[in-house]
């Protein structure tokens, strides 16, 4: 039997304190201990960015990461993204620019580019493309996707759209598709 560590962190404003191998990816603490299963897995590489969440407000690949260096941390995933039923002005854009095929890659995407567009609210496409560099799709061509990025950056900026606060109604529904398996 090996030894576990305990990790204390919040996800998505919830607390949570669980007893983990000291080998656990935070990937798979999200997915197989939280039921989080927005967050994917794309490969073994550390290349693709489908796991990319927020650590303490910056974006990182959850593969990448020991579940037990997230003890004492935040953590916002793509669950905590909307408002209940109001989608995160990034989820909007996706839908309605068609950033999304299989959508294997969104979640990582939309992840990416929030922390992009935190960081930089206007940017050039060039620097979308450069932002997201680090997150692959095998479906979309990217095209969309930095349209998408663009348009909601330009939403928020001239406020057309509002960027919804993650609230305890938006963790619940995207807690319940986790349940439901949806957020796979
Ligand atoms: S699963 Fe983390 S980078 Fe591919
Ligand atoms: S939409 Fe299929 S991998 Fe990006």
Redesign the pocket.
């Known amino acids: 039997m090996s030894a576990t560590v305990p990790v204390r962190l919040e996800v998505n404003g919830r607390a949570h304190q669980v007893d983990v191998e000291p080998r656990l990816l935070l990937?798979h603490l999200l997915r197989d201990r939280l039921g989080l299963t927005g967050t994917?897995?794309?490969?073994?590489?550390?290349?693709?960015?489908?796991?990319?969440v927020h650590l303490d407000g910056d974006a990182v690949?959850?593969?990448?990461v020991l579940a037990a260096q997230a003890d004492g941390c935040s953590v916002t995933t793509i669950e905590g993204m909307a408002d209940g039923a109001t989608l995160h002005p990034l989820q909007e854009a996706f839908w309605k620019d068609h950033g999304l095929q299989c959508g294997y890659c969104t979640p990582g995407m939309i992840m990416a580019a929030a922390d992009l567009l935190a960081r930089n609210p206007d940017p050039t496409e060039e620097e979308v493309r450069h932002g997201l560099e680090g997150n692959l799709c095998r479906c979309t061509g990217y095209h969309n996707i930095v349209r998408a990025v663009l348009d909601a950056a330009e939403g928020v900026r001239t406020g057309r759209i509002e960027t919804p606060a993650p609230t305890a109604a938006g963790r619940e529904a995207g807690e319940e598709l986790a349940e439901e398996g949806l957020g796979a």
Do not use: F, L, Y
């Open positions: 990937v994917h897995v794309g490969c073994d590489t550390s290349n693709c960015g489908a796991c990319t690949k959850s593969c990448t």
